[in-house]
């Protein structure tokens, strides 16, 4: 079971340049978000899509852009990364039609720093 | 807004019971979640709580009180596995908002 998988693991930017980080799952769900993790903040939502060509800003969108072509990916872009983005990103999935609609299943994690 | 408390850190030793609290303030309510997170990894969902009361999973417990706006998460018999970081998360129109989240220490 791949489950949600997203790549790169690990990434090192210089401020200013720009990135795509991957995320796919094969569960056929819905609804897809992006989250950032700093220490002692929690999870932040950054930006989520409730299906294929629907997507919205969350608590903290300002300085990534999300696209939802296909059920499968959620790719998320830095337009232009500043050390403020070094950060924790995850990946997350749900179906709010199951009857466990509430269950979020998290990626890995891609561990991103911007010097 | 969405706003959910959780205490920073809490300690308990191997064997113990340990319970932790979610307080929170919502526009809207649609039930609680308890998410856990080891170093290092993503966090994995533990339980739901739609409505008030108690929900049992093996050795974990939810609680949720509407009325109160609050919940907890009741680990017993502690595991030195079961130390790591809780949140507790709720959803509200399509977007899952977390608390700050829980580190539980587990002593021998």
């Known amino acids: 079971n791949a489950g949600v998988t997203q790549t790169p693991k690990f990434q090192v930017l210089k401020t200013g340049q720009s990135m795509t980080l991957q995320c796919a799952q094969d569960m056929n769900h819905e609804y897809m978000s992006w989250y950032r993790q700093d220490p002692g903040m929690g999870l932040r939502l950054i930006h989520y899509s409730v299906g294929a060509g629907i997507t919205d800003q969350g608590e903290v969108p300002n300085g990534y852009n999300v696209s939802r072509s296909t059920t499968e990916d959620f790719p998320l872009r830095l337009l232009s990364a500043a050390p403020s983005q070094t950060s924790v990103y995850f990946c997350a999935s749900s179906n709010p039609r199951q009857r466990a609609g509430n269950t979020i299943y998290f990626g890995e994690g891609s561990w991103l720093t911007v010097v | 807004g969405q706003s959910l408390e959780q205490p920073s850190e809490v300690t308990a030793v191997e064997g113990a019971i340990v319970q932790i609290n979610c307080t929170y303030q919502?526009?809207?309510?649609?039930?609680l979640s308890w998410y856990q997170q080891h170093d290092g990894g993503a966090p994995t969902f533990l339980s739901y709580?739609?409505?008030?009361g108690l929900e049992e999973t093996g050795r974990f417990s939810s609680f949720l009180s509407r009325s109160d706006s609050y919940g907890y998460l009741l680990l017993q018999e502690l595991q030195m596995k079961d130390s790591a970081s809780y949140f507790c998360?709720?959803?509200?129109?399509?977007?899952?908002?977390f608390g700050s989240g829980t580190k539980l220490n587990v002593k021998p």
């Open positions: 709580n739609a409505l008030d």
């Open positions: 919502t526009s809207g309510f649609y039930g």
């Open positions: 998360a709720t959803p509200n129109f399509n977007k899952f908002y």
